[in-house]
């Protein structure tokens, strides 16, 4: 019980941050993606590849969070996106405060889409609002089609879910049919696009998304 207590609280007081988060996102115009996913499934790859779309259509950046190095957001910034690290040390999760305190960096403060990576993890960062305006999963192909239902979590929480790395299908027997079947067992609302970021194929789809997303905002 007292597990369940702490836990409690220290999610409370996320969502008080988050609330400020969301608060700045509206006044600023900002369309805030939360990417959610195992390390390497593919999440700075898909950053990296929607940088190129962005430039000339729409001002963007990017959050990029891991416990140690600044490797993604480098990664990022040579694709010609604007980014910051946030380092998060012990912690498996990026938080709403966190977030709160690189709002005004100046990478960050005029961008009309920012796209957060998260830590790569399943689990924990998917319990953690952080002011966004929807959460997207990611699945590659090598993790296997039954994640969605062994962590339900995330997917409940996700507004799209992104499968990658389709460019290796031929080499399991990884099904896309079957990982939208899992995911809507555990998530009926969930839209799903199947993409490779290496080769591109399937990528419009991300990006016809994303218009959706910022059309709505």
């Not at 990664?75 to 012990?90: H, K, M, S, V, Y």
């Not at 990026?94 to 305190?101: G, K, M, Q, Y």
């Not at 796209?115 to 990611?138: F, M, Q, R, S, T």
Request: glycine fraction near 6%; charge should be neutral; aromatic fraction near 4%.
């Amino acid at each position: 019980m007292t597990r369940l207590a702490v836990e409690k609280k220290v999610l409370s007081k996320n969502d008080e941050f988050a609330a400020l988060v969301r608060d700045r996102f509206r006044e600023r115009g900002t369309v805030a993606i939360n990417i959610l996913g195992s390390p390497g499934s593919g999440k700075t790859s898909l950053v990296e590849r929607t940088a190129a779309w962005t430039r000339g259509r729409v001002p963007a950046a990017a959050l990029s969070g891991d416990q140690a190095t600044d490797n993604d957001a480098r990664r990022i910034r040579e694709a010609g996106l604007p980014a910051l690290q946030i380092t998060t040390g012990n912690e498996c999760h990026l938080n709403a405060e966190r977030i709160l305190a690189v709002l005004d960096a100046p990478e960050v403060r005029n961008a009309r889409l920012l796209l957060i990576e998260n830590v790569g993890n399943l689990i924990c960062p998917a319990a953690y609002d952080l002011g966004e305006d929807a959460k997207v999963a990611v699945l590659s192909v090598p993790e296997g089609d039954d994640k969605p239902e062994k962590y339900p979590a995330l997917f409940q929480r996700a507004e799209l879910l992104v499968i990658n790395k389709i460019d290796m299908l031929a080499l399991t027997d990884f099904s896309v049919d079957r990982a939208v079947a899992h995911a809507r067992s555990v998530a009926p609302h969930l839209d799903a696009v199947a993409l490779s970021t290496r080769t591109g194929e399937g990528l419009t789809l991300w990006f016809q998304w994303i218009e959706n997303r910022l059309a709505r905002t």
